[in-house]
């Protein structure tokens, strides 16, 4: 995944929209957080959590910077999509001018929304495979579902289950990305291959199976289970949400798991150098005056960031009535997100 987030070229999208209100711009940010939800956990299965940077973490010339976060399996954060709520800031340094409603001219309100495609490809890949390759969702996977004939030295046998496999790739491919592995190699070895690709379900056919009348089917994540031609559709379906309850669950446990709260800097500083991950800690201040205490932080833990607060009021938690900042023990205002970013 490092090339994907440390490469020196990497692929993005931006969105660049002008609007009348404020408003709007907030309109925007929120339709923008709904959509990265539906790509990053409807689709992707990739647990994550919206916050507002704090201000000297803005993009520069920002009133403000959203962005979605993710942990990777080191523990750090990856920083999915931003949107920047730009104001009229750079509407008036460059002259940016509309006629409203009204027919008054004013200045264009902003806004600049930001997925980053590859590293969205590094959360995929780092958060759900593991030391075999990739483990992808069903509904995203290039070829959903791979067909490996096991073949002995019985050629009559072997032409059959040939035969049979090419049968279920021409019915199978009506409704799934199939590929039906014929070459040379050996089953062990297309195993492999297929599992590191993360194809979410295997069928295996030998001869033992055709004479039984039955398939085998394997999911990305270790189940296997047996089935007849009649009830196949049927059991791929369920494997398929099997899968992806595996992806589900394993990501969220992650992500809860390496959530952790700290009271003071030096309980940051234990935990992030234990268990890395994010760490919930109340501090003073978001804006430009709690910026020395985040860099007391990031000096103390070699480099961790305060990374902001929830944006969603229901996920923002309140500190404890009479908290203070970790850092300078002034009056808590946030519990904020801290983590080592990529
Ligand atoms: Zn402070």
Redesign the pocket.
């Known amino acids: 995944t490092r090339p994907f987030l440390r490469g020196r070229e990497f692929m993005f999208f931006e969105t660049h929209n002008m609007y009348a209100t404020h408003e709007d711009v907030m309109e925007q940010i929120e339709s923008d957080r709904q959509i990265m939800k539906r790509v990053y956990w409807d689709k992707l299965r990739l647990p994550h959590i919206f916050l507002i940077r704090p201000q000297w973490d803005k993009f520069l010339g920002a009133n403000n910077t959203y962005v979605s976060d993710t942990l990777m399996p080191d523990g750090r954060r990856n920083q999915m999509s931003s949107t920047h709520d730009l104001g009229q800031n750079f509407a008036k340094a460059y002259d940016i001018k509309f006629t409203d409603k009204d027919g008054e001219i004013k200045y264009a309100h902003q806004s600049c929304f930001g997925p980053g495609i590859w590293r969205i490809m590094a959360a995929l890949i780092g958060i759900h495979g593991d030391d075999n390759g990739l483990i992808l969702p069903f509904e995203i996977a290039p070829y959903q579902i791979v067909i490996v004939p096991v073949l002995f030295s019985n050629e009559e046998e072997n032409r059959k289950i040939i035969e049979k496999c090419d049968e279920l790739e021409e019915e199978l491919k009506q409704k799934y990305r199939v590929y039906f592995d014929n070459s040379n190699n050996t089953p062990g070895w297309k195993y492999n291959q297929w599992e590191m690709k993360g194809v979410p379900i295997r069928i295996e056919l030998g001869p033992k199976d055709l004479k039984e009348d039955k398939i085998v089917l394997v999911r990305r994540t270790g189940h296997k289970t047996k089935t007849t031609l009649s009830e196949l559709d049927q059991t791929i379906k369920q494997e398929a949400m099997a899968l992806d309850d595996d992806i589900k669950s394993k990501a969220e446990k992650y992500f809860a798991h390496n959530t952790k709260t700290a009271e003071t800097l030096s309980e940051i500083k234990s935990t992030i150098k234990s268990f890395r991950g994010f760490v919930k800690a109340p ?3 978001i804006d430009k005056d ?1 910026e ?2 985040a860099d007391i932080i990031k000096a103390e833990t070699e480099g961790a960031y305060v990374c902001g607060i929830p944006w969603l009021k229901e996920e923002q938690e309140q500190p404890r009535k009479g908290a203070v ?6 009056t ?1 205002k946030h519990i904020v997100y801290i983590a080592k970013s990529w």
């Open positions: 501090f003073c201040s709690g020395g205490c900042c970790a850092v300078c023990k002034k808590a």
